[in-house]
């Protein structure tokens, strides 16, 4: 296409890019072929900010993204270690007790999650919302889902259902 800018090109697949709610800032983690990732990067428009360790999972909102780092286990896979939330330039605000966020995979509707209000996210595909600051659980859904609106929404059968929560 004329008039595309390339940001950046990879050499094989990879994770998809975190773009925040307002668009102008966004994250990309590297995808290790073993499954783990090592490094996220920090973009505002185009510019890279920052690189900090770990897994981008999502923005909470402009001013706050989630990310996840990992170690290796005993066994040689991959171990949750611990949530970090960073400021768009990529410092530490905090490092909430979360439980391990699935990473949002290309194609899928889970992993990630949805920002429900400035202090809580629910896990995209899980039945709980928790509290951003502290990690505990402030609502156990009836069904898991994703959100949209007052409703929880799922696959039934062969078609789509919602649930108020």
Request: hydrophobic fraction near 35%; charge should be negative; proline fraction near 8%.
């Amino acid at each position: 296409m004329t008039g595309e800018t390339v940001f950046f090109q990879s050499t094989g697949p990879g994770l998809l890019p975190v773009i925040s709610p307002g668009g102008q800032h966004f994250l990309l983690a590297d995808k290790d072929p073993e499954g783990g990732c090592g490094f996220t990067r920090f973009y505002e428009e185009a510019v890279l900010v920052n690189v900090v360790p770990g897994c981008a999972i999502g923005w909470i909102d402009d001013t706050r993204a989630l990310v996840q780092t990992y170690r290796r286990s005993a066994a040689g896979g991959w171990e949750y270690e611990a949530s970090t939330v960073y400021d768009p330039a990529g410092n530490v605000v905090s490092t909430p007790p979360l439980p391990p966020i699935p990473i949002r995979q290309q194609g899928s509707t889970s992993g990630g999650f949805v920002t429900v209000s400035p202090t809580a996210i629910h896990v995209r595909g899980g039945r709980t919302i928790h509290d951003v600051e502290t990690g505990a659980v402030q609502t156990t859904l009836p069904v898991a889902g994703v959100l949209a609106g007052g409703h929880v929404v799922y696959r039934c059968g062969y078609g789509i259902c919602a649930t108020p929560y």
